[in-house]
């Protein structure tokens, strides 16, 4: 298996399409994986941990709150329980603007809450500023 520096889960297509667009316009071409809903999410870092101690889990989680199937908050609370995935760094990236929301994404372990920009120059801004961040200038763990 690859390895995928961002894994994205977004089950709008035109979403979907913006973000890989952002990235690339970002110089950043490669190492992204998209899924269109919790369970794939949850089934991909679950056979990704099981595959071996040599296989790098991604960067961070850009991970959609509504979402069919299995929605981003309990996909969330999976992940941030689950010992082998829980230091993974999950971004939500949502529409939802609520003050409410977003403390209840970080109670159960959100690294970040990131609400959609409007405009896509301002979505290739979030994108340089999270790639800068999160790949750049932070640390985490193997």
């Not at 994404?105 to 500023?129: H, M, Q, R």
Request: proline share 4%; net charge negative; hydrophobic share 40%.
């Amino acid at each position: 298996m690859e390895e995928i520096l961002i894994l994205i889960a977004e089950d709008d297509a035109d979403d979907r399409f913006l973000l890989q667009a952002a990235f690339t316009e970002n110089g950043f071409k490669d190492k992204l994986l998209f899924v269109e809903n919790g369970v794939e999410l949850v089934d991909y870092l679950i056979k990704l941990s099981q595959s071996g101690a040599n296989i790098k889990m991604p960067r961070f989680i850009l991970l959609d709150l509504n979402m069919p199937k299995k929605d981003g908050r309990e996909v969330l609370k999976e992940i941030k329980q689950n010992a082998d995935l829980k230091k993974i760094p999950v971004i939500i990236f949502s529409t939802t603007n609520n003050e409410q929301e977003m403390r209840r994404c970080y109670e159960l372990g959100a690294n970040s809450y990131i609400t959609k920009p409007n405009s896509f120059e301002n979505l290739i801004k979030t994108v340089a500023a999270l790639r800068s961040y999160w790949i750049h200038t932070t640390s985490i763990p193997g």
